[in-house]
């Protein structure tokens, strides 16, 4: 069972989810504006918080990046405007997801298991690796360059994280899409560049890590 904040100044949407997820057993808890968002998620812990972009007071892009500032629950945003610029600045400031309205509420739930899911995973693999200066802990999702820590986004750490289990293997855009957002992405490449970028910004001098494949995708190369 999961704990969702569901914030929308919409009441019938609000509702509709509710009904969806509460099927499913999990347990909702509503919030009718970005305020009233923030605030419930100071004081209570969510497996992952539902934010409408267009909500009063605050809106939900704003609120994503409050939330952002005290806590890394999952967010999924929904917003009735559909354009890539949107989607990738929602993604920028912290947001796992981005879901367009209108959209079916099973379409939602399937998402939000995705998201929990993958935030849920425990990793077999060793805790923590280093590359030169470069020092990634899985269980933490801490990464530290030269000593100090970084600061990425969630999405950042979890394309990071990816391309570091599959070291040295040429991962193409459509498989990075798969991985890491885990579902069918409805979007495009550039939505893999404008993360990579980011995310090479953040590395600084270990971005030569992250390598270009022309006309492919990417791969962590520790030859570089």
């Known amino acids: 069972m ?3 904040l569901i914030a929308d100044d919409e009441q019938k949407i609000r509702e509709v989810l509710r009904e969806y997820a509460e099927y499913e057993g ?15 998620a100071k004081q209570e812990d969510f497996d992952i918080i539902i934010l409408d972009v ?12 409050e939330i952002r500032k005290f806590k890394q629950t999952p967010v999924l945003m929904l917003s009735a405007r559909g354009e890539e610029y949107d989607k990738l600045f ?6 796992d997801d981005y879901v367009v309205k ?20 425990t990793d077999v693999q060793a ?7 470069l020092e990634i802990n899985f269980t933490s999702r801490d990464v530290r360059i030269d000593g100090v820590k970084a600061n990425l986004t969630p999405k950042e750490y979890d394309l990071l994280f990816y391309l570091v289990r599959n070291k040295n293997v040429a991962l193409s855009r ?6 890491v957002w885990g579902y069918d992405f409805f979007g495009d490449d550039r939505t893999i560049d404008t993360h990579i970028k980011m995310l090479r910004n953040n590395l600084g001098v270990y971005r030569k890590f992250i ?14």
Request: glycine share 8%.
């Open 127 to 133: 805790d923590t690796v280093s590359f030169e200066g």
């Open 102 to 121: 209108p959209f079916s509420p099973k379409e939602v739930l399937a998402r939000i298991n995705a998201i929990i899911k993958r935030n849920k995973t």
């Open 90 to 95: 929602g993604f920028e400031i912290g947001a």
């Open 54 to 65: 267009m909500m009063p007071r605050l809106d939900g892009f704003s609120a994503c990046k």
């Open 174 to 179: 459509n498989k990075l899409l798969e991985e």
């Open 2 to 4: 999961y704990k969702i």
């Open 211 to 224: 390598v270009t494949l022309r006309g492919m995708g990417y791969k962590f190369d520790t030859e570089a």
């Open 26 to 40: 999990h347990q909702v808890v509503e919030a009718v504006d970005g305020m009233q968002a923030v605030e419930l």
